[in-house]
């Protein structure tokens, strides 16, 4: 331990403190380089990046970026975490999904790392009578169970407590939860489901399994549909409260009732959105539990899983980046069960590598970058508390304009959560289209000559509800285009790069054409002449000032030889050239246009 002098640290003493005005000054002059003439507040706006639900980033951070007091790990509002002592005596509960269950898997995982199962059970899932075959050889009072049956919860949970009465497990060791969300089974299908029945269950657990929940409030189904992190924020809270009012009023105690509920959220490969967002839902719960008079039992209990919405299909091991950073994210953010999902989860049914890696993520930054040894690392940091700060004031205004539309089954019905989620993920669309969010592997840096991964289908999930959308859909419909082709003629579509001038005139641009067109499944052909390529469409790559001199006479030579039509890798107007392709154009249009014109259906 370091002892600090008597007049503190002094090795900065002699340097002047800066101010925040200085550092703008600063701004301003690196901006005004770059032709853009802006002044203080203003320089640093410049510099800020737009976030959805009207949040925005701001470049730097500083004590003057106040944010109410987080409190203490383990108390009220919970923003540092339900419990005191947080993750540091095991880590959080490592949950493995199975929408299957091969023989050995289960064990498998519970011998390798893994401490709790999420089963999803009943239709398009584990079939009923199955789990006890499924469960075979499992320490049910040492390994958490959790369901996720649909519609058919009731019978699901009713066999699992027959388990656990076969085996004589002691009601008081039981732990895990039965999954009934029948808020979020009417999100994903559009069928309602009675409360009735999920009462009972929740009776059945508050009177005799103090360790097992009855009830999953599962903000995936928003997000899955589009909707930004206020939008999952605000519709678990008023999914909660409506499960709060039945709990109440089919005879459990406020505190019984809270005690019955967990809550599932998406954790993504943006870190600082997912520790705020996970931070900020315990404080709106904590919230809920302090106006319905029982502060003291509002600590969230948090089941963070890997988002589904950011897994490509198209070079998939790169989920396995995405997966990592959003499982650090997770388990920073103070959630107590993380599930990473397999980086072949968008193919379909994970094989025993991609589970091993699964499992192994959690454990790697547990047991090796001890990442738990810390409680709330993130706590302190002005820009994480900022950004909770933030988002839980959006979350709360989405939470009170459902509550005013009727509640959480009310909008649902009406239509109205769909069409909120809907217009959040027609903008994020456009973001994606002009790869202002990049998807490394789809629409920047394809690989067009990948072997493809195979897996055996999964099970159909629930549908009929909200849509379950993908960040690579729009660039998925597009490989699968190149990808038909290539089956019916045995090459892709192509494309001929023609440079001009040096290297280092053309270089830059002829390696932002290539990946561009390649993320549409477009071939780029760089040797040889235009005749040789096999193409009928051409990119120009070079500089300004090249252009100036000879593009208008290189499209005319190009088109004489035969190109339909000349694409110009950058900006301007110049005589010849059919269409332009630069940073921040709609690549999806663009893609989608070319290989219309290539006759690519």
Known sequence: MTVLPDDGLSLAAEFPDATQEQWQRLVEGVLRKSGREVSGEAAEDALSTTLEDGLRTRPLYTARDTAPDPGLPGFAPYVRG???EGGAAGGWDVRQRHTAAPDGALLADLENGVTSLWLLAGRGGIPVPGLARALDGVYLDLAPVVLDAGQDTGAAAAELFRLYDEKGVDPKAVRGNLGADPLGYEARTGTALPFAPVADLAQRCAAGFPGLRALTVDALPYHEAGGSAAQELGASLATGVAYLRELTEAGLGVEQALGQLEFRYAATADQ??????LRAARRLWAR???????????????????????????????????TTVATLAAGVGGADSVTVLPFDHAIGLPDAFARRIARNTSTILIEESHLARVIDPAGGSWYVEKLTDELAHAGW???????????????????????????TW??????????????????????????????????EPPSGGLPRVRRDEAYEELRARSDAH???????????????????????RAGFAANLFQAGGIEPVTEGTFEESGAAEVVLCSSDALYAEQAAQQAELLKAAGARHVVLAGRGEYTGIDSYVFAGCDAVA?????????GVS
């Open 486 to 508: 290539l089956a019916a003629t045995g090459s892709r579509p192509r494309i001929y790069l023609a440079t001009i001038g040096p290297a280092a005139a053309y270089t830059a």
């Open 82 to 84: 339900g419990r005191p």
């Open 426 to 459: 027609a903008e994020r669309s456009k973001k994606l289209a002009k790869r202002r969010e990049p998807v490394t592997g789809v629409s920047e840096f394809p690989f067009l000559a990948e072997k493809p991964v195979v897996r055996e289908p999964a099970p």
């Open 272 to 277: 600082f959105l997912t520790i705020a967002r």
């Open 397 to 423: 205004e989405f939470f009170r304009s459902i509550e005013r539309d009727g509640g959480q089954a009310a909008v649902l019905r009406s239509g109205r959560l769909r069409t909120d989620l809907a217009t």
């Open 288 to 322: 809920v539990a302090e106006v319905s008079g029982a502060a003291e039992a509002g600590a969230q209990v948090q089941h963070a899983v890997t988002s589904p919405v950011m897994m490509s299909r198209r070079d998939p091991w790169v989920n396995m980046l995405r």
């Open 590 to 598: 663009v893609l989608s246009e070319t290989l219309d014109r290539m």
